[in-house]
Each structure stands twice: as structure tokens, then as C-alpha cells.
């Protein structure tokens, strides 16, 4: 059930998840302001849409009967939930103040915590895993998502655009604020839906318009068109940053559309810059190909959900101070974040992974013998 992988795409899974390490970490950028005006949370939007890109670039056609789709649930839980259930004990072993409750730790181990409007429960023992718990809404959805793409995929766009707007125009008018305001516009797998079913869609256009589309360009030429991708995604983290901090001041009753400003609105940004990268025809694609970035991407997974727990791990025992070096806590931070995430993506997450497909493909043919 495996396609062809695009090597671009997932050295960009890599790129995303440090731009989320960094985002993050700004508490040890005292001496680089001007992160602080970046939107960084995009990359979680970013990674939204890829994953419905590449769950259709892989599946497309291949869900044709209970089988394939018991098969490709299997494989999305084998994909997520043994490093989320690591990660979450882990959290809450070695966090100071992390010990929650027994209901939070009930909705992290089921991945409902992003359906609570409450910042104990979706920001909760390993924070990064809101966004899993959103991906299980998506997971469980693809099925639906991708059937009859063809003539469909416009249809169901709207459906889900429409509801995450009903839903923001719903929150500006009853006046949410604060960590409503972030939960309904930022967390909420509702509100992100759209996101990943802009990337089933693009992945739609990319099939439609066929490989061949970018032919009759040099690559030298698709790299400039790739670079300006790139440069659109900075352009906007810092754009986006300016337009939701006005519209917070200004305009109090609107702060789930300033926390959309945040997160979910470079969405079709992010889908121009898949669609683009996953032809591999430009300068940066052929640099992206690079084993070592490509298993950076591979090994991203652990590093999204390994970094925080490093980072309160270092608050915790190293208090800041005007008189620290920053930059020094900043390398250490991010090599030991990326050390784990490697040992975490080779001797845990892919082993797993790879025993729960096995034992799922042996339990099938046993049966399939009886």
C-alpha cells in the first residue's frame, strides 16, 4: 500500500518541525528580537495540508475495500500513537508540574484533549500533541475525504471551509477571548479541517495537471519559483504576526480571527509551496534530496514531539537570566532535541511502526487461512 515517496516533501516535514523547535525556544532568543515578530506556528498549518497531500498521494485508489481501509487505519495509528503514548509518559515523568489529572491524562491517552475548550487539557502534559490529537479527526475522516475525489474534492472544500468559518463568525460574535479565543481558532479540529482538505485538493490539481507540467522550464527557472515559495512562507510569518497583533489591540471581539492570522491562514501559501516542490524539478529540490535532509524529515515526527519536554526540562533546571548566554542554551537545546529525536525515530518509532504493520499483515493472512 506504499507509494513512491517525494524526497523534497519530506525534507520540508524537517525544515517545519524546526521552525516549530525555534518558535518554541524564543524564550532563549533574548538576543534576536526579531524572531519574536515572526507567526512560526504557520508551520503547524504547514504540516496540516502536507499531511493531506501525501495521505492522498499514497492511498488515492487504493482504499477500494473494507481491507485496505482497515489497513491504512492501522497504519496511521502505528504512525502516531506509540511515539505520542512514549512521549506523554515521558512528560509526565520528567516535567516538573506535569503531573495531571486523571481525566487529562485519560484525553491525552485517547487523543480527544484539542476537543476541550480548556488550556489544561489541549496544551496539557506534551503540549506539541494537540495537533495529533487534530490529525486523528483527519485520519479518521480521509476515507470519506478521498472518495469520489474527482468530482468532489471542490465540494468538500467548501463543506469544511464553510464550517471552520461558521465557527469563527460563531466566536467573534459571542466576544471569546483568550484561551477560548485560542482553543476556537487555533486548536479546534474543526477549524483546521480545511487545512488538510486543501491538501487533498492540491494533491488533486498535482495528479490532474501530470508531471510534465513544468517540462518546458529550466530548473533553474523552477528553482526561482520554488525560492519564491520560501519567500512568500517568510514574507507571511512576518506579515500575519503584524496583522493579528493590530486586530488583538484594536478589535477585541475578533481575537479568534487574530489566532487565525497565526496559524491556519498561510494555508493556501503552504499548498502553493507543496505544489511546486513536490514537481523536484528546482535547484532547492535537488538539495532537498540530500539523504541527510531526507532522513532529517524522516526523524521529524520525534523531533515535533520530543522538543518541548527537552525545553521545559532546561527552564526547569536552568533559570534564565539577562547574564546567560542565550546562544549557548539555544545550541544545546536544539542538538539535544535533535539527538533524541534521531534515537527516537530509529530504535522506536520506525521499529514499531514496522511490527504493527507486520503483525497486522500476518493476522490477516492467518485469518484469510482459516
Not at 55 to 77: C, G, H, K, Q
Not at 179 to 208: C, K
Not at 352 to 364: D, E, P, Q, T
Amino acid at each position: 500500500m506504499e507509494s513512491q515517496k517525494i524526497d523534497t516533501l519530506t525534507s520540508l516535514r524537517f525544515f517545519a518541525a524546526a521552525t516549530i523547535v525555534a518558535g518554541h525556544g524564543q524564550h532563549l532568543f533574548e538576543p534576536w528580537s526579531f524572531v519574536h515578530k515572526l507567526s512560526l506556528d504557520h508551520a503547524v498549518s504547514f504540516f496540516f495540508v502536507l499531511s493531506g497531500f501525501i495521505l492522498a498521494f499514497t492511498y488515492d485508489e487504493r482504499l477500494v475495500n473494507n481491507a485496505s481501509v482497515r489497513r491504512y487505519y492501522v497504519s496511521r495509528i502505528a504512525r502516531i500513537v506509540p511515539t505520542h503514548l512514549l512521549t506523554a509518559v515521558a512528560a509526565m515523568l520528567l516535567v516538573i508540574g506535569a503531573a495531571p489529572s486523571l481525566s487529562v491524562v485519560v484525553a491525552n491517552l485517547l487523543l480527544v484533549q484539542s476537543w476541550i475548550p480548556s488550556i489544561n487539557f489541549f496544551f496539557s502534559v506534551n503540549g506539541p500533541s494537540w495537533s495529533i490529537s487534530d490529525e486523528m479527526l483527519f485520519y479518521a475522516l480521509f476515507p470519506l475525504l478521498i472518495w469520489k475525489l474527482p468530482t468532489t474534492w471542490r465540494l468538500k472544500l467548501g463543506l469544511t471551509s464553510g464550517l471552520a468559518a461558521a465557527i469563527g463568525i460563531a466566536a467573534c460574535a459571542a466576544g471569546v477571548s483568550g484561551s477560548t479565543a485560542l482553543w476556537a481558532g487555533y486548536v479546534l479540529p474543526l477549524t483546521r479541517l480545511p487545512e488538510f482538505m486543501l491538501g487533498i485538493a492540491v494533491y488533486r490539481i498535482f495528479r490532474r495537471v501530470g508531471s510534465n507540467t513544468l517540462d518546458h522550464l529550466s530548473g533553474f527557472t523552477v528553482g526561482l519559483m520554488e525560492a519564491a515559495c520560501v519567500a512568500s512562507v517568510v514574507g507571511w510569518t512576518y506579515l500575519s504576526q503584524q496583522l493579528a497583533s493590530s486586530i488583538s489591540v484594536q478589535h477585541h471581539r475578533l481575537e479568534v480571527v487574530s489566532q487565525w492570522l497565526q496559524s491556519g491562514a498561510g494555508a493556501p501559501i503552504a499548498a502553493a509551496t507543496i505544489f511546486v516542490f513536490a514537481f523536484q524539478r528546482g535547484f532547492l529540490s535537488k538539495a532537498l534530496q540530500n539523504r541527510v535532509v531526507v532522513y532529517l524529515g524522516e526523524a521529524s515526527f520525534s523531533l515535533y514531539m520530543v522538543h518541548q519536554i527537552v525545553l521545559h526540562i532546561m527552564l526547569d533546571r536552568i533559570p534564565l537570566s539577562p547574564t546567560r548566554d542565550h546562544f549557548v542554551l539555544w545550541i544545546v537545546y536544539a542538538a539535544v532535541s535533535l539527538a533524541i529525536a534521531s534515537l527516537t525515530h530509529s530504535y522506536f518509532e520506525d521499529p514499531i511502526r514496522r511490527l504493527i504493520a507486520g503483525w497486522h499483515r500476518v493476522k490477516n493472512s492467518s485469518a484469510a487461512q482459516v
